[in-house]
């Protein structure tokens, strides 16, 4: 484990916290508070040895920032109030992870049976069919909001609200340790996610600027950074903005002739064609394609021409 600070100490993720894993917070306080359960199932076990966990809280609902949710039986579960409909009906999950959207609601009951069966195999790239799925979503005990102030005994928490990654993806700030859990907005080279029906480009900038605006000492990565201080954040984060811009330019280029949506996507120019042998993956293209297509029209980039796009300039 990492260095504390004060009560709060990083856990990093296994697999030096790569996707599926992802770093957990652990507050050592008077009520003990686990925050995002995804660092693995053999450093929580053993957290869970050493310490009984009060609360468990979620900064957004994807999987790798809840699948040990349900090791901790004992504690409370938290999640945004945005969000919270994924926990209390499943099929919730399939509109906002993107399933609904391109693969139909059928799909996404197929999904629910898949992941309640600990046997499905599992797909190739992604958490898609993997049974924390169903256990870590089994049961919610309350909401949080955006702007609350939450009270651990010597740690308080403040919510910030900072959508765009999924639609109630909150960062957690220590204001009083100079300490700030940015989960998802991770600084890594693959850059902003914002794969899900529900996440939104301009809410992901957006965020990215009104962290800037928040004094902070130290930042905390959910995803293969860690630990770094405010010049290497605000440094790291305008470089991981630019990666959106990155990809309209990537996406422009291939429009010097009119191309369909599908066609778009099947060149693979985020995730790489090789991989959308996994439905997820695939989705995941098609999703992040389609709302750069659809911002860049709004910004009179592209031309819609019906069932083609056409890239202005270019």
């Known amino acids: 484990m990492n260095q504390p600070f004060g009560p709060i100490r990083v856990i990093p993720g296994e697999d030096k916290c790569r996707f599926p894993h992802c770093t957990s917070l652990f507050i050592d306080d008077d009520v003990k508070v686990l ?9 929580l076990t053993a957290l869970k ?3 009984s966990i009060d609360l468990v809280i979620n900064t957004h609902y994807h999987f790798d920032h809840i699948a040990y949710n349900y090791l901790f039986d004992q504690a409370q579960v938290l999640i945004n109030a945005q969000e919270a409909p994924c926990f209390r009906e499943r099929k919730n999950l399939g509109a906002l992870l993107g399933m609904d959207e391109v693969y139909g609601p059928d799909w996404v009951y197929e999904w629910m049976a898949r992941i309640a069966d600990p046997s499905t195999k599992q797909s190739p790239f992604s958490p898609q069919n993997r049974h924390e799925w169903w256990k870590s979503t089994a049961r919610l005990d309350r909401e949080y909001r955006w702007g609350e102030v939450m009270d651990f005994g010597r740690t308080r928490m403040e919510v910030i609200g900072t959508p765009g990654h999924s639609k109630g993806f909150s960062c ?3 204001p009083d340790h100079g300490v700030m859990y940015v989960a998802d907005i991770d600084l890594t080279s693959f850059g902003p996610w914002y794969a899900g029906s529900d996440g939104d480009i301009d809410c992901f900038i957006s965020s990215c600027e009104k962290l800037k605006a928040i004094d902070g000492e130290y930042y905390i990565t959910g995803h ?3 630990v770094l201080g405010r010049k290497d954040f605000l440094a790291g984060l305008d470089r991981f903005i630019e990666i959106i811009h990155e990809r309209d330019r990537k996406i422009l280029s291939t429009l010097t002739r009119p191309l369909s949506l599908q066609e778009i996507v099947d060149q693979g120019l985020i995730y790489g064609s090789k991989y959308h042998v996994d ?11 389609k709302k750069h297509v659809r911002r860049m029209i709004g910004r ?3 031309d819609d021409l019906g069932n083609k796009f056409l890239g202005k300039g270019v």
């Open 49 to 51: 040895q050493e310490a």
């Open 300 to 302: 009179g980039q592209i």
């Open 172 to 174: 957690m700030n220590f």
């Open 224 to 226: 293969e950074k860690g």
């Open 279 to 289: 439905a997820w993956v695939y989705m995941w293209e098609f999703i992040m394609i």
């Open 35 to 43: 925050i995002d359960p995804g660092a693995g199932l053999k450093t």
